[in-house]
């Protein structure tokens, strides 16, 4: 399995960047998709969460701001990121879970069965 992510860059704050993730070496419409971000000396934090159907989910600090997308055809999750701000900045990864497993936790990390190498995110003030 792989996940390729791109997307990423240096943008001002207000600014918008949108990431995308494809996904290969797995039947994508059987698995969940997620974004965590990870900033310098932080924990990594939940991003955004959309299930085989189309619940979606979105951590506090970005709901109204983000949106997670995704294109089963093409085997992609899209993160739409508006109105960045500085504390956006961090390393932006995409993870896929089996959704046909029980035990899912949206929000943890350590659910999510793959993770893509990352993107890097930086909002300048």
């Known amino acids: 399995v792989q996940l390729q992510a791109s997307g990423g860059g240096l943008v001002q704050a207000g600014g918008s960047l949108r990431l995308s993730c494809t996904a290969s070496g797995l039947t994508f419409t059987n698995y969940n998709v997620g974004w965590f971000r990870q900033a310098p000396g932080k924990e990594r934090e939940f991003v955004a969460a959309l299930r085989r159907g189309v619940s979606t989910y979105y951590g506090d600090s970005v709901k109204g701001r983000f949106t997670i997308s995704r294109d089963n055809d093409a085997k992609t999750v899209t993160l739409q990121m508006s109105s960045l701000k500085p504390e956006d900045t961090a390393v932006y990864y995409c993870?896929?879970?089996?959704?046909?497993?029980?035990?899912?936790?949206?929000?943890?990390?350590?659910?999510?069965?793959?993770r893509g190498q990352g993107t890097q995110v930086t909002v300048s003030s």
């Open positions: 993870t896929v879970r089996n959704g046909l497993r029980v035990g899912y936790v949206y929000n943890v990390a350590e659910s999510y069965d793959y």
